[in-house]
């Protein structure tokens, strides 16, 4: 039952980061590699042969070298932040 609940809660953690991304991948004030990462996040996320934690894991490390991007405006930085600590929590 606990274990259910748990991966209900991931679900509805990928599911949330999923829509931040979304919204990012279509800010045409974006940056379109940083909009393409976004993107390949998503993909990430949808991923479903994967474990919640695994699919996590790949959409972090996409998002965590984008981060490094110079030219990413600071309130998509905050939004993608966000998204790392929504995904971050995800355990197998």
Do not use: C, F, H
């Amino acid at each position: 039952m606990v274990r259910k609940k748990k991966l209900q809660e991931y679900e509805e953690r990928i599911e949330e980061a999923m829509n931040v991304l979304g919204l990012v991948s279509e800010d045409t004030t974006t940056p379109r590699n940083i909009r393409r990462a976004a993107k390949q996040s998503i993909t990430a996320l949808q991923i479903s042969e994967n474990t919640p934690a695994v699919r996590a894991a790949n959409a972090i490390s996409i998002l965590d070298e984008i981060l490094q991007d110079p030219n990413m405006p600071p309130y998509t930085r905050v939004k993608l932040w966000n998204v790392m600590s929504l995904l971050e929590a995800i355990k197998d």
